[in-house]
């Protein structure tokens, strides 16, 4: 008897399965999103950090199922890469141009999948490339430095000789000539986004041949420079977020990259409408791409003030 009556609840069980009863995935229906860190993952207070904010607000604001890799858990970007997909995410962001080849390599593989690059271009079908108009902000970044500059020497730190860094290098010596043609500008490629302490030693060596504004464009390299600045008593410009918390005493402004409001407008016009933009976008002051954090630590009279905002301006609309 005992048998016969488990033999009709698993029957029923089954018949009320095959009705459409069975619990479902809170996750279907939902779009996915997968993001593959740049090379030093979350805490680079630069890059990777920014990324993570336009990511955790797609999740909060628009209910986005959201997945990220660090490098130092996958071992290379390939297996990162392939990992996203193959966890059925709709779109996979790659964060920087190293990862470029392996994406490229995987993209061929899944010829299907929505891939977006930061900083970088692919010829890749599936791969949207995102860049951003880098020499235009750091032309606004050059202009201020050259403005406040009492010694009228100023510098500029890169994290590697490749083009998306170089160019912040000439936006900042463009803007800074602009104000001072005979203007000084020391510049030095640590070839490192991830040592603070070679960024504190370059900020000193310039810092001792008399430059009292340093800019650098090296991730976490670039925080031992605003670190060393505020030790030494002078004046620097922070890179891609607001970098002031980081040296309260010292950092003027920073020149934002927006890649956080980038990625959340790409993931909202794929939820909206299931495609995003192909091939190449460039983002600039005209697309809010880049531009500058409020001002801080000055103590400017309002002509002084006043001057600096209206060649601020001027620049900003002529590039726009």
């Known amino acids: 008897m005992k048998l016969k009556l488990l033999i009709v609840l698993t029957t029923a069980l089954l018949i009320l399965t095959g009705c459409g009863l069975e619990e479902k995935n809170p996750l279907d229906g939902k779009v996915k999103v997968g993001v593959m860190l ?27 199922v959201v997945e990220y890799l660090e490098l130092a858990e996958t071992g290379t970007y390939e297996k990162g890469f392939r990992e996203l997909v193959e966890s059925g995410n ?4 790659a964060l920087g141009f190293t990862g470029q080849q392996e994406l490229e390599k995987v993209a061929l593989d899944f010829p299907d999948q929505k891939f977006v690059l930061f900083d970088a271009v692919s010829e890749a079908a599936n791969i949207t490339s995102i860049t951003f108009k880098e020499d235009e902000g750091s032309m606004l970044a050059g202009i201020v430095a050259a403005t406040v500059s009492n010694s009228q020497v100023i510098g500029f730190i890169g994290g590697m000789e490749v083009p998306v860094i170089q160019r912040f290098e000439q936006g900042f010596i463009q803007g800074a000539k602009s104000v001072n043609p005979d203007i000084v500008i020391l510049n030095e490629y640590a070839n490192n986004f991830d040592d603070d302490g070679l960024g ?31 030790k030494r008593g002078i004046y620097a410009i922070g890179v891609d977020s607001d970098q002031y918390f980081y040296a309260e005493q010292a950092v003027i402004t920073s020149m934002m990259k927006n890649i956080d409001s980038a990625l959340f407008d790409i993931i909202l016009s794929y939820k909206e409408s299931g495609a995003i933009q192909s091939g190449h976008v460039e983002l600039g002051l005209a697309e809010n791409g880049v531009g500058l954090a409020p001002f801080r630590v000055l103590e400017l009279t309002d002509v002084e003030q006043g001057k600096l905002d209206a060649l601020i301006e001027q620049a900003a609309s002529e590039l726009k």
Not at 38 to 56: C, I, P, R, V
Not at 90 to 93: A, K
Not at 201 to 219: F, N, P, Q, R, T
């Open 38 to 64: 740049s090379e030093n993952g979350l805490g680079d207070q630069s890059f990777s950090d920014l990324a993570f904010k336009g990511l955790t607000k797609a999740r909060d604001e628009e209910d986005i």
């Open 90 to 93: 709709d779109l996979v962001f």
């Open 200 to 230: 504190a030693e370059i900020a000193s060596k310039m810092i001792d041949d008399k430059a009292d504004v340093l800019y650098s464009a090296a991730g976490f390299t670039g925080v031992g420079m605003l670190k060393e600045a505020e």
